[in-house]
């Protein structure tokens, strides 16, 4: 059995709202002071939530932990303590070995500084010595494709480009435990398979990593253990396909609370999630062909709508909006509704989107927001292979190149 | 080695694994003043590249770049020596408006920047502080210590104005090391009180540009130290300014008064400050992913 690198006990973080709501400028406080001079010895009303209460864990080494939960269930807090970030409220942890932490795509970029500059910048703030960063420069540059640039300025980099160069400094972290969040969320799916080609080398080698991340097939693919967090605390800690399974399960159940981040009147229906429905496929919630794709839509009501409003867009990670549709007068019994789209081709490049819809009666809102799981599109790539010139559109083409003549003009020949 | 967020010589317990490893503990925070100076100096690279960054953009984000910098006080002394000199007649030791004024400028134009850019350090860089852990004291020291490459540009144009003026150093400029020593500390010592207030309260960073210039009034930068009255020199001495700019220009042209019973109260004042600032700092250090 191997060694515990990481044992954590009774983690807790506590926030204070009221502080984080109040006003930081002085001139308030100040003006707060003259207006009554008492307050500032009463304790300002002080509403305080756990965004994480007493989390036990341990992590082995060579282990590769995932942590999976909605947003604002805690895996970041969690993350932000084990790496020192901020301090916890409660308990205590002990990690042994050097940490590095990857919270961020670009953590310290300056967008001033050339890709060279940097990538000095950057391995430095995340813990490379300069000697380990000058040994290993060749090599990161060569990673991120970006020879030719690595003297011109990030702020003239696409995105892609600024990605590129981010992930290839973070992924020649050599850390003894890695900690990860989220941060593979961006960037095309042929970078992000080289990347995690990478962390699977660190794990591999025998590197500890711990890794936050709502893309479940990643969490299937890498890790050894998974804990999920639920409401601040473990709901559940065993092998990969246990807890994914069960997480799903309840993500998915089209009983009970809405998924997603969200607002209306839910006492009076919401939407309980989403799925696609052919091509039939092993997740519901990822696509590998254009199309033709079904998708459903679960929407539970509590109550029957006469004059029922419904809208659906679809954006993509870096939220633009791609596509918007709305359905109007519909009338709907008390109970749950499939709302099917079906799409002849669902032009989209490889990557995480997200669909937002809406449900309406008449000017009243009963559900608005994300749903979730996220929607990932795993197709083949129709586009530039750099994704500067990728575009948006993932349409794929049949090219040819031929001897020109009049019966292929377009234009009348006179 | 790289030091990535553990480090060896602050572990407590500092013990060591089979495997070789470092153990690092983590706890809620504790009100003991503990500064953690092994763990700093375990990060003097860190704070290498953002004195690096800081002096790169710099100079890369205006045109003129290195001209501004010797043109900026070079016409503040011009202004200076036309209105305070030649018009208001203030007496300068019988020193030349020009030398006397820009012996004063040069380190008062290093602590008026640096002052305010600790002041902002640790809000500008909040994207850093909550995604990466290093010791935030690494922040303010950057901010000072960047400074410093203005201050030596700026101090070659002053050893050219003196030489045309044709004054010799003297022995006393080996005071010059100390007394800039001191300007460093007395820009980090109120750099640490401001930067950790402007992260709790955002518009400090408006304050303290006044600060400053009621400060500069307050130091002999447009006039001598010698028109304030003796019996009040002690108390003005405790501002640690008027001890650094009196005695940069005495080290420099050997007029003036050597540094005596000023810098000592000067001395003891910057003590005081700095050590205040590091405990204050120290405080909300711990809190301050968790505020920005």
Redesign the interface.
């Known amino acids: 059995m191997s060694t515990v690198v990481i044992h954590g006990e009774g983690l807790g973080k506590r926030y204070h709202r009221g502080a984080l709501q109040q006003s930081t400028l002085l001139r308030d406080q100040l003006s707060r002071m003259l207006k009554s001079p008492l307050s500032v010895f009463r304790r300002p009303k002080d509403e305080t939530f756990w965004a994480l209460e007493d989390v036990s864990l341990e992590v082995r080494e060579g282990e590769v932990l995932g942590l999976i939960g909605r947003n604002g269930a805690g895996k970041t807090t969690l993350l932000k303590i084990l790496s020192r970030i901020t301090k916890p409220t409660t308990g205590w942890a002990e990690i042994h070995g050097r940490v590095g932490s990857l919270l961020e795509v670009g953590t310290g970029f300056h967008g001033e500084l050339s890709g060279r500059e940097n990538t000095f910048l950057s391995g430095a703030i995340l813990g490379m010595s300069k000697r380990e960063i000058n040994r290993k420069f060749d090599e990161i540059v060569a990673f991120a494709e970006l020879e030719k640039f690595i003297d011109t300025p990030v702020k003239h980099y696409s995105s892609g480009m600024y990605v590129r160069l981010a992930f290839a400094v973070a992924a020649h972290l050599e850390p003894e435990i890695l900690l990860v969040d989220e941060v593979l969320a961006v960037g095309d799916i042929n970078f992000q398979k080289k990347c995690l080609g990478k962390m699977g080398d660190v794990a591999r080698a025998g590197r500890t990593v711990v890794l936050v991340s709502h893309q479940l097939n990643q969490i299937r693919r890498l890790c050894h253990r998974v804990i999920w967090i639920e409401a601040a605390s473990v709901r559940q800690d065993g092998s990969p396909e246990a807890v994914v399974n069960a997480y799903e399960a309840a993500m998915s159940k089209s009983e009970g609370a809405p998924v997603g981040s969200r607002t209306g009147d839910h006492a009076r229906g919401h939407f309980t999630g989403w799925e696609i429905i052919s091509p039939e496929n092993t997740s519901p919630h990822s696509l590998d062909i254009i199309g033709p794709v079904t998708v459903r839509f679960m929407l539970k009501l509590l109550e029957p709508i006469k004059h029922g409003i419904h809208g659906i867009t679809l954006y993509n990670a870096e939220r633009q909006l791609l596509w918007g549709w709305a359905a109007f007068e519909l009338d709907l019994e008390l109970g749950v509704h499939d709302l099917v789209y079906h799409f002849p081709m669902l032009p989209l490049k490889p990557g995480i989107y997200t669909w937002m819809v809406s449900f309406w009666d008449r000017e009243e809102l009963i559900d608005m927001g994300d749903l979730a799981p996220e929607f990932h599109v795993v197709t083949q790539s129709f586009q530039h292979p750099r994704d500067e010139w990728s575009g948006l559109l993932n349409l794929p083409s049949e090219f040819t190149v031929r001897p020109s003549s009049a019966a292929y003009s377009s234009r009348p020949s006179r | 080695?790289?030091?990535?967020?553990?480090n060896p010589s602050v572990a407590a317990p500092a013990a060591k694994?089979?495997?070789g490893?470092?153990?690092?503990?983590?706890?809620?925070?504790r009100g003991l003043f503990n500064l953690h100076l092994g763990e700093l100096w375990a990060y003097r690279?860190?704070l290498?590249?953002f004195v690096?960054?800081d002096v790169?953009?710099r100079y890369?984000?205006t045109v003129i770049g290195v001209l501004w910098v010797v043109l900026q006080p070079l016409l503040t002394m011009g202004v200076f020596t036309l209105f305070f000199g030649r018009l208001a007649k203030l007496p300068s030791n019988g020193l030349p408006y020009p030398v006397f004024y820009f012996a004063a400028l040069v380190p008062w134009a290093y602590f008026s920047t640096a002052l305010q850019n600790c002041t902002s350090v640790v809000v500008d860089n909040q994207?850093?502080?909550?995604?990466?852990?290093?010791p935030r004291l690494v922040l303010p020291i950057s901010a000072v210590v960047s400074g410093l490459v203005d201050f030596a540009i700026g101090f070659a144009v002053l050893l050219v104005v003196t030489t045309i003026y044709g004054i010799k150093p003297t022995l006393a400029v080996l005071w010059l090391p100390v007394l800039l020593l001191l300007a460093v500390l007395t820009a980090l010592g109120v750099g640490l009180w401001m930067s950790a207030?402007n992260a709790?309260?955002?518009?400090?960073r408006y304050?303290v540009p006044f600060l400053v210039q009621f400060w500069m009034f307050a130091s002999p930068v447009v006039y001598p130290s010698s028109l304030v009255p003796q019996r009040w020199r002690w108390l003005y001495g405790l501002n640690p300014m008027a001890g650094v700019i009196d005695g940069f220009r005495w080290a420099l042209t050997g007029h003036g008064v050597a540094p005596g019973p000023l810098m000592l109260a000067s001395a003891s004042a910057v003590m005081v400050v700095l050590l205040g600032g590091l405990f204050f700092f120290q405080r909300m250090e711990?809190?301050v992913?968790?505020?920005v």
Not at chain 2, 1 to 6: D, I, K, L, Y
Not at chain 2, 200 to 204: A, K, N
Request: charged share 25%.
């Open positions: 080695m790289a030091t990535v967020t553990s694994l089979p495997h490893s470092v153990i690092m503990r983590i706890e809620p925070p690279e860190l290498y590249f690096w960054r790169k953009v890369k984000q994207r850093v502080i909550t995604k990466v852990y290093f207030l709790l309260y955002r518009d400090v304050v711990g809190t992913a968790d505020r």
